[in-house]
């Protein structure tokens, strides 16, 4: 702790550069496949080697569902072809729903700040750790006017991770029914937006949608610390939202 002090005081970096600047720090995330135009072959090779479902073949090529992508990076390999486009970026909160309708929901609930409870409904551990890196110096979510707390009454936006354990059922809807409206859901990692790699099983559901409406879904597995920070600044209408489904049409429009 000293050190980063210390190291602070004489380089003068504090925190993330992530708010109105673009960070570029190495290895503060693992990029995204990306929706490409492919020749039909190609798609149904790529559909094959998926394990999870993330890639579908589309019209001209093949689209990546970001809420079932587990990060595994077999579409991406240096060895076998083809090969997958991957962006870099962080920016991965997509709307939960129609695009136009979440617009006006979200525009209307809140101003600047929020205050969350976290919830882990059945994660592996790795959503949650990212997840608590969000209150360090480094990415000083304080700084932003977002604030954790300990009770759903007190709360504006319920993080959830994990696909929703049969055990955690119950608690979900209770900690959901406790907050004060208006309220918003974001779902944090790949087993709250769609179950992941545990659902739907014999001991977990499809994700927080099949019990809570969710408004905010922010994919990967984990999402990386920024990429949490900006489905909640989504959420409060700071940053645009990026796509739940990358096709090859809007990948060349949304870069990242
Ligand atoms: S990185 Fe994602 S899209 Fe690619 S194979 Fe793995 S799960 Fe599928
Ligand atoms: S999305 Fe990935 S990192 Fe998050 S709880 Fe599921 S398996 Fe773990």
Not at 125 to 151: I, K, V
Not at 185 to 195: E, K, T, Y
Not at 220 to 246: T, Y
Request: aromatic letters at 6%.
């Amino acid at each position: 702790m000293a050190n980063w002090v210390l190291k602070g005081l004489r380089t003068g970096i504090k925190t993330s550069a992530y708010r109105s600047a673009v960070e570029a720090a190495p290895g503060l995330s693992s990029g995204q496949p990306r929706g490409v135009a492919l020749p039909a072959r190609d798609a149904a090779a790529l559909v094959e080697r998926c394990p999870t479902g993330a890639i579908n073949s589309c019209e001209g090529g093949i689209a990546v569902d970001q809420r079932r992508c587990v990060d595994c990076f077999r579409c991406h390999s240096d060895v076998e072809e083809p090969a997958v486009p991957w962006r870099d970026g962080y920016e991965w909160a997509a709307y939960a729903d129609d695009v136009a309708a979440m617009r006006r929901k979200l525009d209307r609930a809140f101003g600047r700040s929020l205050h969350i409870r976290f919830l882990d409904a059945g994660a592996c551990g790795a959503c949650m750790s990212e997840a608590r890196q969000l209150t360090n110096p480094y990415y000083n979510m304080h700084n932003l006017g977002f604030f954790m707390t300990p009770t759903p009454r007190n709360a504006d936006v319920l993080l959830v991770a994990g696909p929703v354990s049969d055990a955690m059922r119950l608690p979900l809807r209770k900690t959901y029914e406790a907050m004060p409206t208006p309220k918003r859901v974001v779902a944090i990692g790949a087993c709250a937006a769609s179950g992941g790699v545990f659902g739907p099983s014999f001991a977990a559901g499809g994700g927080v949608a099949e019990l809570i409406p969710v408004d905010v879904v922010v994919s990967g597995c984990p999402p990386p610390p920024l990429a949490i920070l900006h489905g909640l600044m989504v959420v409060v209408g700071r940053k645009p939202p990026s796509e739940l489904i990358s096709r090859p049409a809007n990948a060349e429009a949304n870069p990242q």
